[in-house]
């Protein structure tokens, strides 16, 4: 779901312009899944733009203080939804945690950073939702040692329906600032997608797996 639909459409064309979301419909990429893909996304870019990392922290804060307003941690996924996580528990004046994809190997080898105690509750940040397996194995983490995951906010969602069959599987809120039908829109409206080539953009989200066979 879209926290806010104004903001979205914005946050979209500044990703488009700042090259943090790239559209390569004719010459795909190639994720580690194996699947061919029309779009990179690299959210990590827009730490490099004060305003706009500040207008993503703002929205996500306004958001998690209506609909959390329980919250006792702001937990970030490690690593590109640490330093979002850290900027929104700033303004809420809250702990903050992040989560590695698995436990480090060596030291204390802890999975969890930062401090989160069992029975706390917590909000996930993520920059980008693709399968949804970075975001469930964090959830994962945190609820094995007791937190209670109220919800999970990301900066971008690809918009799956694997994605939204796994989070619905283990009961999991999603809300995303933007998302892939919107920076299609975008995209067309401003001139960074051209027309004739929506029909094929759309056809890879419903097919991922085998896109673009068959196309």
Known sequence: MIINQKFAKELAISLLEINAVI??????????????SPIYCDNRLTLRHP????AIADHFTAFI??????????????TAGIP??????????????????KPKQHGTTNQIEGGIQKGEKAVIVEDLISTGESAISVAKAL??????????VSIFNYGFALA???????GLSIHSLTNYDTLLEAGVKFGFVAQKD??????WRKNPETWPKGF
Request: no cysteine; hydrophobic share 40%; charged share 25%.
């Open 65 to 78: 203080r209506e609909t959390y307003p329980d919250v006792d941690v702001i937990a970030g996924t490690s």
């Open 51 to 54: 305003e706009l990392r500040t």
């Open 143 to 152: 609820e094995f040692i007791g937190v209670e995951v109220l919800g999970i």
């Open 164 to 170: 939204h069959s796994r989070f619905e599987e283990r």
């Open 23 to 36: 559209l390569r419909p004719h010459t795909p990429f190639r994720w580690t899944s194996g699947w061919n």
């Open 198 to 203: 929506l029909e094929l953009l759309t056809a």
């Open 84 to 101: 979002h996580a850290a900027w929104i528990a700033d303004r809420m004046n809250k702990p903050m945690a992040y989560v590695r994809s």
